[in-house]
């Protein structure tokens, strides 16, 4: 038995044992099939009015996953929108540090934001291709190392033919002892919430700017994580994601 008291071991055994499952049966079966539930008779149901159109609903319906890129260089520009998207401070962090509070671009169970973004990127005016760290209160990219960095990816990422062309790869880390300090086995459960809510940012921003994106959770753990350089007993990399200029045809 794991002791009460004990926060992380429960999640550390859940998350070494989860790596991907390559289930060939799944994979040959090239239908789409999708179950819904249903309570009780649709002549019960009350339907709803048509949601009115906005911009984010736009966004929305135009997102869809990209396994194809073209080889094209982007913009600083781009990239610094999708990391502050991501994971960026909403406010100055000059005048938030008395407070000792920043507030991100997402909810974070207790304010503890246990995420670290890293980025892989390959042509982008201004920056060498290589590996990234992103610095939230300087809104900057941190050099880790350059690199051939897709090159590098490729044993670590399952998904690495649909984005070998991509220009961005965004790792998001967690630092799992800064949630599970307070919340114990189930802040695991809500560094997983944090990091969905960082990657549907990112995919709307990529839509926004007129790029494809792919979120990705097929992949080597141990691989990317010692790609990254980071202490297997704390960190991890707990989701991914890819932006680029799409190859396929729209619809």
């Known amino acids: 038995m794991i002791p009460l008291e004990d926060p992380t071991t429960l999640s550390q055994l859940f998350h070494l044992n ?28 009350i339907a709803l009015p048509a949601p009115a159109p906005s911009a984010l609903s736009e966004l929305i319906r135009r997102r869809r996953s990209c396994r194809a890129y073209q080889p094209r260089r982007m913009p600083l520009a781009s990239v610094s929108a999708l990391a502050a998207a991501s994971y960026g401070a909403v406010e100055d962090a000059e005048a938030t540090k008395q407070a000792g509070f920043l507030r991100r671009s997402v909810p974070s169970a207790g304010g503890l934001f246990p995420l670290e973004v890293y980025a892989f990127v390959q042509r982008v005016d201004g920056l060498p291709d290589g590996l990234y760290h992103y610095d939230v209160r300087g809104h900057a990219l941190e050099l880790v190392r350059s690199c051939d960095a897709f090159a590098e990816l490729q044993p670590a990422l399952y998904t690495h033919p649909f984005v070998r ?19 114990g086995p189930r802040g695991y459960r809500y560094i997983l919430l944090e990091a969905g809510h960082s990657v549907q940012n990112f995919c709307l921003c990529a839509t926004e700017l007129e790029l494809g994106s792919l979120c990705m959770g097929g992949f080597v753990d141990s691989r990317l994580n010692r790609l990254l350089g980071l202490d297997p007993k704390n960190e991890g990399v707990v989701y991914a994601a890819a932006a680029g200029y799409s190859a396929e045809q729209p619809g």
């Open 165 to 183: 062309d991509a220009n961005v790869v965004l790792c998001l880390a967690a630092v799992f002892p800064r949630t599970q300090k307070k919340y």
């Open 18 to 45: 989860s790596e991907p499952w390559l289930n060939d049966d799944a994979y040959r079966n090239a239908a789409y099939h999708q179950d819904f539930k249903e309570i009780g008779s649709p002549a019960n149901a």
